[in-house]
């Protein structure tokens, strides 16, 4: 399991300071991440000793920005680092197979079966585990004031987990799988389902897809919600401290529209394209290793991405990151407006100047031509 060198401690969550740490040690499965990072970097500005627990090949660091990483096949060694813990966060993350940046996606399903098998025997005293809200119902359509879905299960789990990405579908597998294990140890699980989240060093593979190419866009355009990994780690340590239990949906309150997120984004000329042009377009950007969008999460971007998080926010959580500025963070401006005035003017002058030296270039050598 490798570091990400690339975190720094600016992405640490530093919202809702009143969550106390209730817990003393905190052991996290998977982390190889930008979420994983922000939350040691969280837990080691509290004073929590945190370990994880992953998988560490021949040759990798054993430690993940200054924390000790066990590797699940040491039994011995995973069994001492449950024993006493007051938590368990689960996040499991491949780090590149993921969703959206934070290793929201494919789930290690094997390290986490094999962590709870070993927890069994002394259970901790809480366990969140990071799920997503991609995978459920978004069928309510958006009106306004938004009709979002709230916490409730994917399409009956296990028939409709077929319908879903492989991605989507490890995830909520996961999520089920460890709800199951709470029930019967008898240990609180809070379920973490974050939508798209934004991070100032992770640009998802939603951001980076045709459908948020500058000249295309897809008519209609969604809308959707982005919060920022900084909210995600508060959630967690609300969840964490308060000892809470049941699924809970992380999301601002405000939502992007189409014209809004283009106007953010300097994108506002586009052409407006059927969904299903643009998901060809995709498939083809895939082939080429032009784009990191999976096809069989394509489909995905074309929905309303909005969900409702008043249960979260009963808790005491809040987000403190609004959708635009979730969305500011993880986008890169076009090109062209994020230029000076003074270098845009001299592009300008230095094109027109090219074009005209073209021309007389070109009308020089016909004529040459002519009175040969």
């Not at 969550?13 to 998977?30: E, F, I, K």
């Not at 001299?346 to 100047?353: E, Q």
Request: one cysteine or more; a negative charge; aromatic letters at 6%.
């Amino acid at each position: 399991m490798s570091p990400l060198a690339e975190a720094s401690a600016t992405e640490t969550s530093q919202a809702d300071p009143g969550a106390a740490a209730t817990a003393d040690r905190v052991v996290l499965v998977g982390g190889d991440c930008v979420l994983g990072v922000a939350l040691l970097e969280r837990w080691a500005e509290a004073g929590i000793a945190a370990t994880v627990i992953g998988r560490v090949l021949d040759g990798e660091p054993t430690e993940l920005v200054g924390h000790p990483v066990i590797d699940v096949d040491r039994h011995g060694a995973v069994a001492a680092t449950l024993a006493g813990a007051d938590e368990l966060t689960i996040l499991a993350a491949s780090g590149v197979d993921d969703v959206d940046g934070s290793g929201i996606g494919l789930a290690d399903e094997g390290l986490v079966a094999a962590v709870l098998l070993a927890a069994a025997v002394d259970p901790p005293a809480h366990v969140t585990v990071i799920s997503t809200a991609l995978a459920y119902d978004r069928r309510t359509p958006v009106v306004s004031p938004p009709v979002a879905n709230v916490e409730s299960d994917p399409f009956g789990l296990v028939a409709s987990l077929k319908r879903l990405p492989e991605a989507l579908g490890s995830r909520v597998t996961l999520e089920y799988n460890v709800a199951q294990w709470g029930d019967r140890n008898n240990v609180p699980v809070a379920a973490l389902r974050p939508v798209l989240c934004a991070s100032l060093y992770a640009r998802g593979w939603y951001d980076r897809s045709g459908w948020r190419t500058r000249r295309l866009r897809p008519a209609p355009q969604p809308t959707v919600q982005y919060v920022h990994v900084r909210d995600v780690v508060a959630a967690v340590e609300t969840v964490r401290s308060g000892r809470c239990s049941g699924p809970f949906n992380v999301a601002p309150d405000d939502v992007l529209d189409g014209p809004s997120a283009a106007e953010l984004g300097d994108r506002r000329l586009g052409v407006g394209v059927p969904s299903g042009l643009l998901r060809v377009l995709d498939w083809v950007r895939w082939l080429v290793w032009w784009s990191p969008t999976p096809p069989s999460l394509v489909r995905l971007v074309g929905a309303d991405l909005v969900v409702d998080s008043t249960a979260l926010g009963l808790t005491g959580w809040s987000a403190t990151h609004t959708s635009a500025e979730a969305f500011l963070v993880a986008h890169a401006p076009a090109w062209w407006p994020s230029l000076s005035a003074r270098r845009r003017q001299d592009l300008v002058l230095g094109g027109a100047a090219s074009v005209l030296l073209a021309g007389l270039g070109g009308a020089g050598w016909g004529i040459a031509r002519r009175w040969r």
